[in-house]
């Protein structure tokens, strides 16, 4: 069964609405968006140790819950108004969006500083330690393991020395597409653990297995602090040596665990935010000449085929068109989903055109 991305990179930036547990919404500065296609969800990337995490000296940040602003005027009722009152009630509608957009803004900011601040915790504490050495790149990691897998889907933020006009550039240029959502994905290394076992063959030959394990726990939540999921994964990597041969990789082996347990949280991440969509055609029961893998699929403009899986972002909507000579679609052409699951596309026999000539002939 082909597995296919549904591409979203046609559409335009804005910044969006912060969403709640997986229902990207979108947000537009200044226009409405045009469409339920969803785009990326952007990150900002943190990463801390269980110590940096519980250190009293540094509180989350209190701020204020990111509820919109409703538009003064729906798409209904601006399509009621005469010419007269539509630009004042536009330009209305425009005022609050940018009031949206800005008080989004300096909340992102102000969730951005504190990250600085950990992150200088974070160096003071681990600096010149070998733990140190390669947890002040896991956040360089992490974002590799979310964008390599997801790149279609996310966008991350993990740079953590942008000065305020820098970090407000990255917002609105480095993803490229339409924004789903805001969030901060936390990732909290545990300590790693070591263990080496020795097992002694003929010829005085020693062999030890030496085996490294560390726990990360990823936590996702909006900007302003409300934690939407949170999911512990466990990363490792061995290492075999003997009395005649050392292994390659054996000062590197905490690195590893690290980044093994920092691409299972980023499969996380994509598990909770992606689902797949399996497309299956039916055809009327019991016709010969119905062929479902002849049938023509679009899913939001993109080309598809009978069995493709499609992924999707979960809680967005989605059209889906279907065409197949002297067929048309019986189901309806949109779905919107939550979890994974099969979209069925049941096609129908199209009614005979009147012969409008015959009409003609029996009229006279």
Known sequence: MKKR???????????????????????????????????????????????????????????????????????????????DRLERAEAANDAVRRQNFEAKQTIAWQRY??????????????????????????????????????????????????????????????????????????????????????MVFPGDVTVARTICTLQATIEIQELDGRVVYSKTVEGSANIRESNSYTSSGSDDLVGKAIRDALKKAGEAVGDYFICDVTIEVKGPKGDEDFEPDDVDIEVDGVSYSNGDDVTVLKGTSHTIEASYDGYCMKSKNTFKVKKSKTIKVVMEKEAPEEDADADSDEEE
């Open 5 to 83: 991305n549904l591409a979203t990179y046609s559409l335009p930036l804005v910044l969006a609405v912060l969403l709640g547990a997986v229902a990207p919404s979108a947000f537009a500065a200044g226009k409405e968006k045009k469409s339920d296609e969803p785009g990326k969800i952007l990150f900002f990337v943190d990463v801390e140790t269980v110590d940096t995490r519980a250190d009293k000296r540094f509180k989350e940040p209190n701020l204020p819950r990111m509820s919109e602003t409703a538009l003064p005027y729906s798409q209904s009722d601006l399509a009621k108004m005469p010419a």
């Open 113 to 198: 500083v504190n990250l600085q601040s950990r992150q200088k915790a974070l160096i003071n504490k681990y600096q010149g330690t070998e733990f140190g050495r390669h947890i002040f790149v896991a956040r360089d990691w992490f974002a590799s393991a979310l964008m390599e897998e997801y790149g279609e889907y996310f966008s991350v933020i993990h740079r953590m020395d942008m000065d305020k006009a820098e970090f407000e550039k990255a917002i609105k240029d480095d993803t490229g597409d339409e924004v789903a959502g805001q969030y901060l994905a936390i990732v909290i290394l545990a300590d790693p653990m070591t263990k080496t076992k020795e």
